[in-house]
């Protein structure tokens, strides 16, 4: 099976810089996506790792590590408009590639 | 460009009616398309998977089925609604073999 853990709740401050983790058990892997959902919305993509590494897009950067099961979000230069839940997800390379699993979702806090 | 169409969005059925719920997607061929359910304040479950017509993967045993009778469309359906089966379902999709995946807007559903 699949499990991924990451923080229920985070607070950062506006203007500053948060990371939220994730760390993942499948029995097989192809990558991490992180996505970004705002109260009452839809869940919205943001990033994808497969390889080991930082991938940056704008303020938010994403990061993998397979040997050690790890990744996580950061986010620069925070925005009152970043406060929403984060998710990530994996892709399992044994039961099928083509299912998508989602961790339970951090909530994240922004204060002015 | 892609698009994903996803209705209602809200949807008030008493217990034991039934259930159908409808998601296309345009501007892409062969999808992988997805249904997720969300309770509030949790995670995005996944319920079923799709990779091509006709090709159904179930998640969760319950009183809900899906069913592709098109390439870009997605049922979710149930005969009988309990009151277990309220909660925020979602339908996604994306392009097999990669890791990113695009929601609908989602339908709220109360079951009275």
């Known amino acids: 099976g699949q499990s991924l853990e990451q923080p229920s709740e985070v607070t950062a401050v506006e203007g500053a810089i948060v990371q939220i983790n994730c760390t993942y058990q499948?029995?097989?892997?192809?990558?991490l996506s992180w996505y970004q959902q705002h109260d009452g919305g839809a869940p919205t993509f943001l990033s994808y790792?497969?390889?080991?590494g930082l991938e940056e897009t704008g303020r938010f950067s994403s990061f993998l590590s397979r040997s050690d099961s790890y990744g996580y979000l950061l986010l620069q230069e925070l925005q009152m408009k970043d406060s929403a839940s984060y998710f990530c997800?994996?892709?399992?390379?044994?039961?099928?590639?083509?299912?998508?699993?989602f961790g339970s979702g951090t909530r994240l806090s922004i204060r002015p | 460009s892609q698009t994903i169409h996803q209705w209602p969005a809200t949807l008030v059925q008493p217990v034991g009616s039934p259930l159908s719920l409808e998601c296309t997607v345009e501007?892409?061929?062969?999808?992988?398309l997805y249904w997720y359910r969300q309770a509030a304040g949790r995670g995005l479950q996944l319920l079923f998977y799709?990779?091509?017509?006709?090709?159904i993967s179930s998640e969760v045993p319950q009183n809900l089925s899906a069913s592709r009778p098109q390439d870009r469309q997605f049922i979710l359906s149930s005969k009988k609604l309990l009151l277990s089966d309220s909660g925020f379902y979602l339908c996604?999709?994306?392009?097999?073999?990669?890791?990113?995946?695009?929601f609908g807007a989602g339908t709220r559903l109360s079951v009275l």
């Open positions: 997800a994996v892709r399992d390379r044994y039961s099928s590639a083509s299912k998508i699993i």
């Open positions: 996604a999709w994306s392009v097999p073999g990669t890791g990113s995946q695009y």
């Open positions: 790792n497969a390889l080991d």
């Open positions: 499948t029995s097989g892997f192809y990558g």
């Open positions: 501007g892409t061929s062969n999808p992988n």
């Open positions: 799709s990779v091509g017509i006709g090709q």
